[in-house]
């Protein structure tokens, strides 16, 4: 069974930065597509960006220009660094992984989410 680890959410002023990191428990080149989605409070989870095996990389609008996915095969971990952090930025971050086997269903897994919390 995958598992995906989050770490690095926290408190943080608005301009500030953080870095979110997941950890899986499997080399990150198994699967298809990586990415980070979030959850705010009364709203629906929000895919922010992914990242895929052969290295291309897709952002929210809203995110664009400030926040940057990364990830390192070797330590089998993607990244999000986040820069010019809003309020709206805070939310639930949860780590995703999505494997396309080429004989059967799509395999979706999640982290257990880090929370992102940035004060005006």
């Known amino acids: 069974q995958v598992q995906l680890v989050e770490s690095g959410g926290g408190l943080v002023q608005t301009g500030g930065s953080l870095r979110l990191s997941c950890a899986a428990s499997?080399?990150?080149?198994?699967?298809?597509?990586m990415g980070w989605y979030r959850q705010a409070p009364g709203k629906a989870r929000e895919l922010v960006a992914t990242?895929?095996?052969?290295?291309?990389?897709s952002y929210v609008d809203s995110v664009k220009g400030r926040f940057r996915i990364s990830s390192d095969t070797a330590k089998s971990t993607v990244s999000l660094q986040m820069n010019s952090l809003k309020p709206e930025d805070t939310a639930v971050y949860y780590c995703?992984?999505?494997?396309?086997?080429?004989?059967?269903?799509?395999?979706?897994?999640w982290g257990q989410g880090t929370q992102v919390t940035v004060s005006s």
């Open positions: 995703n992984a999505v494997l396309l086997p080429p004989y059967g269903p799509r395999q979706n897994y």
């Open positions: 499997t080399s990150i080149f198994s699967f298809n597509t």
């Open positions: 990242a895929t095996r052969d290295g291309s990389t």
